[in-house]
């Protein structure tokens, strides 16, 4: 059994046939001493609290995105890869309920739902189980779409372990959505009737249940990421595309040790940006002659491309101009916005909870549509540049200076247009670039999370020691970090390999010794 492959693009080799069970590349990556002992560790703590050994595993990778910041949901393309850094969900079926536990129980204490998949999941007060709730429901959400029979909900005993640092803009909450989406598709016996476009459009969807606007990038990185590439994911359809990066050098992705709570803080910050967006098509729909009406229902400034092509032309230079002609650089407020669409913002997003709370505490700071709009449309070209330099026949050295001129481009453009930086962030490319970065930027949501430089090889440990001594040593002394922690949060990656569903063979070395575990790879 095992995921299909579905609705999946690939440059240089032929599609995936399957979700691979048992990913024995990532497992030789990641050490098979230190992978088998961490799975050994958790299929035994799991059987001390439920009385059996998991009947399965399911592993998610969290991500780097190396461009195309915040214009997934707008429906832009993007352009991220997979780390080593990952989720594990252990599953079996029993008792009478969900009951989700950790490796860390002091940290994450164990949770219980009921088994229905119409509960609703309790955003006003958030635990780290919701995501496997949103999970959950997800799975079932999905098979009603597709018209399949969904199985009889039943009790789930699970233990989570991860190792993508929380709040550090690496994809942690998605790596527990896609693993935990995988494990329960794959204890209800469907997963193998499940496409890798599937698993990667429901999760994101499911990852919305627990308040946050999520536009998909994370989850289709997680779900169909292969090792020593990375990919464009482009939406509807999610489809993926081989990238392969130039040689002779690394990212080196650096937390900054701000914590970026996407959950608790996106009326504020990541759904705020999203309503910011959709107001910012919407107006420019009007504003090129898009009859109001008709412009309420637009949802992302992607669906103005062809007005502005219509009457500026094509290419971000032109929607550049577009948006500098029709959008002024002053705050809008709501009844602005209201009075050009012709309709209240409440009724507009109707039926939408995340939006209706952002409206219910913006403020004074109103929306900046302009700036946001500006944004989105230069990222979207930057990511295509990305590509293209890739692909292109230049030198080594010419890509790595192009890519790395695309990158600084792109921080500059979240910290000034979008405004998700922080001065965390800031201090920390700042001594990438002074330490000999190529190129550098923040990387995922933002306000916190971590820093993602391009580096020569040869450079990288020269690199690193100079972040660790700079940014990282007086953290040490203020006692925000241990010193023996900084190998997490600071680290070189090439591209690893996407989520698995993970069954393994426990074998007792003798009278009282621990299970040992093997990963198999099994057909789709």
């Given at each position: ?15 995936a046939v399957g979700l691979w069970l048992g990913d024995h590349t990532s ?498």
């Open positions: 059994s095992g995921v299909r492959a579905g609705r999946y693009l690939h440059r240089r080799r032929p599609a497992w030789r990556s990641a050490g098979a001493a230190e992978a088998t002992n961490r799975y050994q560790k958790l299929a035994a703590t799991f059987k001390e609290k439920f009385g059996h050994y998991p009947e399965a595993f399911a592993r998610a990778p969290g991500r780097v995105n190396l461009i195309g910041e915040h214009i997934d949901y707008e429906g832009y393309g993007v352009l991220p890869m997979a780390i080593r850094q990952d989720t594990i969900v252990a599953i079996r079926k029993g008792g009478d309920n969900l009951t989700i536990s950790h490796l860390d129980p002091d940290k994450y204490p164990t949770v219980s739902f009921g088994t229905d998949p119409a509960q609703a999941v309790d955003t006003a007060n958030h635990t780290w189980a919701n995501y496997f709730l949103s999970a959950y429901k997800g799975v079932f959400d999905h098979l009603r779409a597709k018209g399949s029979l969904a199985p009889l909900p039943v009790g789930l005993q699970v233990m989570v372990q991860g190792t993508v640092p929380q709040g550090s803009g690496l994809s942690s909450s998605s790596a527990i959505v896609c693993s935990s989406s995988l494990a329960i598709a794959k204890a209800l016996s469907v997963a193998h009737t499940l496409t890798k476009g599937e698993v990667a459009d429901f999760t994101c969807i499911a990852e919305r249940h627990v308040g946050v606007t999520s536009g998909g990038m994370d989850q289709a990185i997680s779900i169909m990421a292969m090792p020593g590439v990375a990919m464009l994911v482009e939406f509807n359809p999610v489809q993926a595309s081989e990238v392969q990066l130039p040689s002779g050098a690394t990212f080196v992705i650096a937390n900054s040790l701000t914590v970026s709570k996407k959950a608790e803080t996106a009326d504020k910050r990541y759904n705020l940006r999203v309503v910011e967006c959709r107001l910012a098509a919407m107006v420019l729909a009007v504003a090129l002659g898009k009859p109001a009406a008709e412009a309420v229902n637009i949802i992302t400034l992607k669906e103005v491309e062809p007005l502005i092509i219509a009457k500026f032309g094509p290419g971000a230079e032109a929607q550049a101009q577009a948006v500098h002609e029709l959008l002024h650089k002053d705050v809008y407020m709501p009844d602005e916005v209201e009075s050009l669409l012709g309709k209240q913002l409440s009724s507009i997003y109707e039926g939408n909870a995340s939006a209706q709370r952002v409206l219910r505490v913006v403020g004074p700071e109103g929306f900046r549509l302009r700036d946001r709009a500006l944004h989105v449309y230069s990222e979207a070209g930057r990511v295509y540049a990305f590509r293209n330099v890739c692909e292109s026949n230049a030198t080594t050295e010419e890509k790595l200076a192009a890519l790395g001129k695309l990158m600084d481009a792109s921080h500059s453009s979240c910290a000034g247009l979008y405004e998700c930086s922080c001065d965390e962030l800031d201090r920390l490319v700042e001594l990438a670039r002074k330490a000999g970065a190529l190129g550098a930027r923040l990387t995922g949501a933002g306000w916190g999370g971590c820093t993602v430089s391009l580096v020569r090889d040869d450079d990288a440990p020269k690199f690193i020691a100079a972040i660790r001594e700079q940014y990282f040593m007086p953290l040490v002394q203020q006692g925000v970090v241990q010193e023996a922690d900084l190998a997490e949060c600071l680290f070189a990656s090439k591209p690893s390999s996407g989520a698995a569903i993970m069954q393994l063979k426990l074998a007792t070395g003798g009278a009282g010794s621990a299970p040992v575990s093997h990963p198999i790879e099994t057909a789709a």
